[in-house]
């Protein structure tokens, strides 16, 4: 196996370690949806919320169904191991599509997927339904790449199977099968009328118009027919969602996740601009980019095919390749380990007051089961230090080694359990439901909080799927635009209670709610996360302080 390959395989590792055990907090809608359809079928009303006879299109239900059975064989491990096999599907993808790209080239091919995924890994793994869409992405540009002189006659029915599969799990997305077409089909038409760029793909303009009829066609294999084609029209462009929602916000350079990246591409396409690009790839990497600025849950698109051109600029790159020595491995061998002996006790160093002494305890005996095999692997580089080829594979699994001598004690101190939920909202659904039978309920939660008590059953005023609360997609209210007018003070609470006839709320440290029911007595305090003793301060630290209100007036 070649450096670079061993690069991929440990920046997948290294980021899924720490971030592949996540639980998005759009899991627990995911789950009710998918609980639901196992149970009772394919809703057409909105069967969890408060409000009554909200037209309801379940866009996700096959995804959330499929989550829902991994859930109920595995738990929130069974999650976790979504993540993990999504994250590994889309490296392997990301990777053969960059060696149909760059021409077969691994070098290039394995160091630009360590960095992309890096980046995609560390943003966007989690499990959501745009990983399930991702996926169908790539395979949809995969297919197309492998077939550039001409089409093979099985690929329509692959794209027919394709935009089945998407708009039953992700309607949303469902367009974008057809966006993405349009850089290879442009490239047939006008690439080759252009000095700037090359044309590789000459198909007929009726081969064409066959793969998107057929994919048209198959659209329609869904329950809801063209409302889940056209749902994409009714659920973006608003502004209420694009003020609470944060990925829909346009993309800001100045976070490391998004600004590197970018930065990176800028610059090595510099290196090349002398160099030709195919259509099809200009026009991936300004569609994208265009998408991403103007709202950064796109940027994940923009990592998987904006940079595919950059692979095509350096397909012709190779590593120098120089010869070993003995006194160059043991310079570097030594080099690189004491850098990760000294940033394993820095670390430890760092956070010992704050780790537990398990904790403690699992970091040195990793460090000294990594180091023994450091020492192994150095031992028998030393013995065989004479022959070229054994000195060669030999510095590989040294260095493989000193990366594991890093980075698995600092696994020890740093990693945490999959946590699905906050202590503190458990234990307000367990109140409530201690308290009142669910369907006597009628909770008032914010944007982020609704989700979870729905999963309980609790019948709440909003959840995270911002779209069902818009007029266009369930006919009746704006429940946003109202919500929006609450928590920026252009709504008196009192009058929002009038309204809506809560008998609980639910209010977080961010909420105005949180700090003016304090002060009214037609408001009973049940439960103040800052004043349970059973959670640590780690806990009350970690997610947003809570108050859970009864509405009990006075008058009374």
């Known amino acids: 196996m070649k450096h670079a ?42 069967p969890f919320t408060l ?14 169904l499929g989550l829902w059975q991994l859930y109920c064989m595995g738990g929130v491990y069974g999650l976790v191991f979504f993540s993990w096999a ?18 077969g080239n691994e070098s290039v091919s394995s160091l630009l997927t360590a960095v992309v995924m890096f980046f995609a890994c560390w943003l966007y793994i989690t499990q959501r339904p745009q990983v399930a869409s991702a996926l169908i992405f790539l395979i949809e540009i995969y297919l197309l790449e ?73 659209g329609l294999c869904n329950p809801y027919g063209t409302e889940a084609m056209t749902y994409t ?18 993309l800001s350079l100045k976070y490391v996740a998004t600004g590197l990246p970018l930065l990176l591409i800028l610059i090595s396409a510099g290196f090349y601009t002398r160099k030709a690009l195919p259509l099809r790839y200009q026009l991936l990497a300004l569609g994208t980019g265009t998408m991403a600025l103007q709202a950064n849950r796109s940027f994940f698109l923009f990592l998987l095919f904006g940079t595919l ?56 005996f990793l460090a000294v089961v990594s180091l023994l095999f450091v020492l192994l692997c150095a031992v028998q580089l030393f013995r065989r230090r004479v022959q070229a080829a054994a000195l060669a594979s030999g510095n590989l699994r040294l260095t493989t080694a000193i990366l594991a001598f890093f980075l698995l004690p600092l696994f020890a101190l740093k ?32 944007y982020d909080e609704g989700n979870y008590m729905e999963f309980r059953g609790i019948p709440s005023y909003l959840d995270t799927r911002a779209e069902v609360f818009l007029p266009a997609l369930n006919w009746q209210e704006d429940v946003l635009k109202e919500y929006l007018d609450l928590i920026c003070g252009r709504l008196d609470y009192r009058e929002f209670q009038q309204r809506n006839h809560f008998t609980h709320l639910l209010t977080t440290e961010d909420d105005l709610l949180y700090t003016y029911l304090a002060a009214d007595p037609d408001y009973v305090l049940l439960y103040d996360s800052a004043e349970d003793d059973s959670l640590s301060e780690v806990q009350q630290q970690e997610k947003k302080s809570i108050r859970l209100y009864a509405y009990r007036p006075a008058a009374q």
């Open 5 to 46: 390959q061993v690069i991929l395989i440990l920046a997948f590792i290294v980021i899924m370690a720490f971030e592949g055990n996540f639980v998005d907090n759009d899991v627990w809608f995911l789950l009710n949806h998918g609980r639901y359809v196992a149970s009772f079928g394919i809703p057409h009303f909105e």
């Open 233 to 250: 029209a009714h659920s973006y462009g608003s502004a209420e969602i694009n003020a609470i929602v944060g990925e829909m916000l346009p």
């Open 415 to 446: 990693w945490q359990p999959p946590q699905m939920v906050s202590p503190a909202l458990a234990r307000s659904a367990d109140i409530l439901l201690a308290e009142e039978q669910p369907s006597a309920l009628r909770l008032y939660t914010g």
């Open 86 to 103: 999504a994250g590994a599907a889309l490296l392997l993808l990301y990777y053969r599509l960059q060696m149909r790209v760059t021409g």
């Open 309 to 364: 051109g950059i692979g095509y600029l350096f397909r012709d790159w190779q590593e120098q390749q120089r010869s070993s020595n003995w006194p160059q491995v043991r310079r570097w061998g030594l080099l690189l380990f004491c850098l990760a002996t000294g940033m394993d006790l820095m670390i430890f160093f760092k956070v010992r007051e704050t780790a537990s002494v398990v904790r403690q305890e699992a970091f040195f």
């Open 146 to 218: 492998r077939q550039r002189a001409r089409m093979a006659r099985t690929l329509p029915a692959a794209f027919f199977v394709l935009s089945a599969l998407l708009i039953n799990l992700h309607a949303a997305m469902w367009p974008l099968l057809f966006v993405f077409l349009l850089p290879y089909l442009l490239e047939s038409l006008v690439g080759g009328r252009f000095r700037w760029c090359r044309q590789e793909f000459r198909w007929p303009l009726r081969q064409w118009l066959l793969l998107i009829a057929v994919s048209l066609l198959a």
């Open 51 to 64: 409000h009554e006879g909200f037209h309801f299109l379940m866009q996700q239900w096959l995804f959330a």
